[in-house]
């Protein structure tokens, strides 16, 4: 599952899967980064600061 950074609203929206066996979010989340194993909110921070760069 792929999520999409919505800046207007600071979340992290589902944007798109590969594979879906059951739809409910990941508990732990990674990044095309390599950086793996992220809560959401952790995530969601790492995305925030992605972007200031």
Avoid: I, N
Wanted: with cysteine; proline share 4%.
């Amino acid at each position: 599952m792929y999520f999409a950074y919505d800046e207007g609203a600071g979340t992290l929206e589902r944007d798109r899967t590969e594979q879906v066996d059951d739809l409910s979010d990941p508990e732990l989340r990674a990044c095309s980064c390599g950086v793996r194993g992220m809560t959401p909110e952790e995530a969601l921070e790492h995305v925030r600061t992605a972007r200031e760069d």
